[in-house]
Structure formats: structure tokens, C-alpha cells
């Protein structure tokens, strides 16, 4: 069964840093491309970027350029979602997805992961 | 702001059928195809339609997709209280500022 196993929830205060994964079973991980999706409270899908694990090619939508950093551990078949100095605005729930095939569609979805960031 | 316009809500009685539309340009759904999910209260998006017109595995034939210019549309009929739920458009963009993008979700409710 494919799946994409998402970290467990974050409660983080603004200033700090921090790292969520999202690790793919039940398919060649290094072949499909994984995006990760901001929800925050309330408001709809915001695409942040893509991965290609299997040579780590990155790109970003303009939006969220400079503010995190996508990447991937093919060796743990991993993908992962940083921050560097968080903000109250930050909170949100972040979902990863696998693309599906040769067009631009998501067709596994991880759980999600709640961020928080409250002093 | 969205770059895709869906309406925020729409509705219908349980066995009807509703529409959901999802309107852009020829940057994006003019030039590409269209995928719909839906998502669940508390739960994480599920892909529903892909390259316009085709179900996943799973997927009911009471949704369907089409797509004719720069819109698309998603049918569902025979309507459930289990559909209740937020549905979302998205598809590749090719214009200099972003890649994939998502409609603003409608809320379907089912009286």
C-alpha cells in the first residue's frame, strides 16, 4: 500500500526553527516528484513547491521562495520541510503529496502536519 | 486571491445533482489538464478527477470532470450526505510566476 507518513503535530514559538518530514512507502520514492501544500486555518490549498527525491531538483512557488527550504533523503526515502526562523503567520496545517504521472496532479496525500508558532 | 475562481459554496438536496465550476486563463487551464479533490472536514485532500476526465481507482462514476476552454467542471450526482465536504480544482500554470495552482475550494453542502 502506498502511503506518505507525515511528523507528528509542532508547537513552536516565533523565532525558532523547524523541520517536518514526510517519508513514502509502497513505491519507488526517488522516481515521483513530492510537493508540499500550506492550509491555514480555515482557507484553502496553497502549492509551496516540488521535489524530485531522485535528484533532489527543487523548485518554488514565488510565494513561499526564501521562506522555507524543501528537500529529500533518498537513502530514507524522505522528503522534508524547513524552516529557519518561524512566524505566528506560519501556522498552518502542511501536507505533502506524491504527483501522480505525467501531468501536474497529486494523487497520494499525507495526513498533514499542524504547525504552530505562539509565544 | 486565487489565480483559479471557484464559487465558495454550492448545494443541493441529497440524490440531486450539482455543478462546480472552476474558471482561469489560457496560462493554465486553457493549456493543461485539470484535477479535482476533495476534501473532507478534518481530513487530508483525496484526488478525485485527474487530466480532466479520469478517475482514480475507487473514485465512483457519480463524479465526473470535463473541461471546455479556460473553464472546467466538476459533476457529482446522485448526491450523498457523505459528499459534504470542500471540493478544489487545481492544474499546472506556464506563465513566469508560479507552477501549480489550486482554486479557492467550494463547500458543498448537502440539505
Known amino acids: 500500500e502506498m502511503q506518505l507518513v507525515q511528523s507528528g503535530a509542532e508547537v513552536k514559538k516565533p523565532g525558532e526553527s523547524l523541520k517536518i518530514s514526510c517519508e513514502g512507502s509502497g513505491y519507488s520514492f526517488t522516481k515521483y516528484w513530492i510537493a508540499w501544500v500550506r492550509q491555514m486555518p480555515g482557507k484553502g490549498l496553497e502549492w509551496m513547491g516540488v521535489?524530485?527525491?531522485?535528484?533532489?531538483?527543487?523548485r518554488y512557488s514565488p510565494s513561499f521562495l526564501g521562506q522555507v527550504t524543501i528537500s529529500a533523503d533518498k537513502s530514507t526515502d524522505t522528503a522534508y520541510l524547513q524552516w529557519r526562523t518561524l512566524k505566528a503567520s506560519d501556522t498552518a496545517m502542511y501536507y505533502c503529496?506524491?504527483?501522480?504521472?505525467?501531468?501536474?496532479?497529486?494523487?497520494?496525500w499525507g495526513r498533514g502536519t499542524l504547525v504552530t508558532v505562539s509565544s | 486571491q486565487s489565480v483559479l475562481t471557484q464559487p465558495p459554496s454550492v448545494s443541493a438536496a441529497p440524490g440531486q445533482k450539482v455543478t462546480i465550476s472552476c474558471s482561469g486563463s489560457?496560462?493554465?487551464?486553457?493549456?493543461?489538464?485539470v484535477s479535482w479533490y476533495q476534501q473532507l472536514p478534518g481530513t487530508a485532500p483525496k484526488l478525485l478527477i485527474y487530466?480532466?476526465?479520469k478517475r482514480p481507482s475507487g473514485i465512483p462514476d457519480r463524479f465526473s470532470g470535463s473541461k471546455s476552454g479556460t473553464s472546467a467542471t466538476l459533476g457529482i450526482t446522485g448526491l450523498q450526505t457523505g459528499d459534504e465536504a470542500d471540493y478544489y480544482c487545481?492544474?499546472?500554470?506556464?506563465?513566469?510566476?508560479?507552477?501549480?495552482?489550486f482554486g479557492g475550494g467550494t463547500k458543498l453542502t448537502v440539505l
Open positions: 489560457s496560462s493554465n487551464i486553457g493549456n493543461n489538464y
Open positions: 521535489i524530485f527525491p531522485g535528484d533532489s531538483d527543487i
Open positions: 487530466d480532466n476526465n
Open positions: 503529496a506524491k504527483r501522480g504521472g505525467s501531468y501536474w496532479y497529486f494523487d497520494l
Open positions: 487545481g492544474t499546472w500554470d506556464g506563465s513566469l510566476t508560479t507552477d501549480v495552482v
